[in-house]
């Protein structure tokens, strides 16, 4: 039952990925239908990010405080409630109010994704369903290409927005229908609920911490930096994949739309090879080397931020085919990096106050991605593909960056299981 778990937990991440990726894909067209610059189309996405930015410790926090079910049910239903409005857009500064509005619910997903894991799996398996949950954060990606473009060959832009909401709607009442813990839910045997709680901490009480002192003990501790910063660098590139590739592809190497949806998918396709070689890896690099938890997962990631240097690759190509397989290869070192960064959460943070944790996290990471919005947007406008080269070459050096801070203040001395960040009362 654990595993079927993912795979809702992965349809419904899915779905909030298709929602918020269908902008980007459609960008061409939009930008034309709205006449927007470069630095407009900077403008909307950044509304998303900043929304996104705000409301992920929110998020987490809510989840913690009323639980996974009917948290992660109430924002999936609002997200695509929003998208299905996008279709009613008449200017980008519309497009811009309704990406705020869907970047403050779709923020529930990475915080819940850490908590599912929690509730779901025993220590053991974590970084395995972790691997896997995070394929649900590039499959959406993934398949946002082709059915976009296909709902918008079809049926028009419009249709590109309505459709994944309702289907996002749908899931959410599914949602609310399944899931429950373990420890309360109808559907898991006896057998397998003894088997998950045997290798759990026991279950806290409910939290009543509020926000504010739950965010304040979190940013005390010095090794919360470690997943944090590591976070914030990384980001940048994970947006770029989603919101600057297909328009690069069509501004520097002459993509059509349907150039792009044939081509689009691939970065998403090799992240969730990377979600998945993480989650296999790590245990493995563990026992093979005698490494804790925690050295492991960050050996993994540095590994990943390694992978990253072929986006500096990537912009000094000629070849629009080579580009794309360089910056695919982007993707799946992007996931090595920010899945083992979710690993770590869970490593290092309580039950109680896992969500929020990760929602925090989050917010260090689209701090990042909405600065980094703005200058691509600008620098883009401004020199065109010059701007571009410049930008790839950032994105794929500071993953090593993350890498050194995260080694700096996470490595643990010998063998041995994490010491928990204390629980702030």
């Known amino acids: 039952m654990r595993w079927m778990i993912i ?12 929602t918020r990726n269908s902008l980007g894909i459609m960008a061409p067209e939009l930008k034309s239908t709205f006449n927007m610059s470069n630095e407009q189309y900077g403008y909307i ?5 900043l929304a996104y930015t705000l409301a992920q410790p929110v998020c987490g926090w809510l989840i913690d405080f009323i639980g996974l079910k009917i948290g992660f049910a109430v924002c999936a239903v609002l997200w695509s409630v929003t998208c299905i409005f996008h279709s009613g857009a008449s200017s980008w500064l519309h497009l811009a109010i309704l990406r705020f509005f869907m970047g403050t619910t779709e923020a529930a997903a990475a915080p819940a994704n850490t908590k599912v894991m929690t509730e779901w799996f025993p220590k053991k398996e974590r970084t395995v369903a972790n691997g896997w949950g995070g394929v649900g954060f590039s499959l959406g990606g993934m398949l946002a290409p082709p059915l976009i473009y296909g709902l918008h060959s079809v049926f028009g832009w419009q249709a590109a927005f309505v459709v994944p909401g309702m289907l996002g709607i749908l899931w959410a009442a599914v949602w609310f229908k399944v899931y429950a813990p373990p420890r309360d839910s109808t559907l898991i045997n006896p057998a397998e609920r003894d088997y998950i709680v045997a290798d759990q901490d026991p279950p ?9 002192t739950s965010l304040g003990g979190l940013l005390r501790q010095k090794r919360f930096y470690g997943i944090g910063l590591p976070a914030f660098l990384s980001e940048p590139a994970w947006q770029a994949l989603g919101f600057w590739v297909p328009l690069y592809m069509a501004q520097v190497h002459g993509f059509k739309l349907k150039e792009i949806a044939m081509f689009a998918w691939l970065p998403f396709l090799l992240a969730d090879l ?5 989650g296999y890896l790590t245990p493995w690099i563990s026992r093979r080397f005698n490494l804790s938890r925690i050295n492991a997962a960050i050996v993994t990631s540095a590994s990943g931020a390694v992978v990253m240097v072929s986006l500096v690759a990537a912009a000094f190509v000629d070849s629009p085919y080579v580009a794309v397989l360089l910056i695919s290869m982007g993707g799946l070192g992007h996931q090595l990096v920010s899945s083992m960064l979710g690993v770590l959460v869970m490593e290092t943070t309580p039950l109680a106050q896992v969500a929020t944790a990760n929602g925090l996290r989050g917010s260090f990471a689209w701090i990042a991605a909405a600065i980094s919005t ?3 947007g600008h620098v883009t406008t401004v020199w065109g593909a010059a701007g571009f080269t410049g930008v790839f070459v950032c994105l794929g050096l500071f993953d090593l960056i993350g890498a050194v801070i995260m ?5 643990e001395r010998g ?3 994490p010491d928990l960040i204390p629980h702030t009362a």
């Open 274 to 278: 990377g979600s998945l070689a993480g």
């Open 7 to 18: 795979v809702l937990f992965i349809s419904g991440v899915t779905l909030n990925y298709i």
């Open 407 to 411: 080694i700096s203040l996470l490595w």
């Open 45 to 49: 996405t950044t509304a998303f990010q």
């Open 415 to 417: 063998r041995g299981s």
């Open 374 to 376: 703005l200058v691509i």
């Open 204 to 212: 806290p009480p409910k939290s009543n911490i509020s926000l504010w």
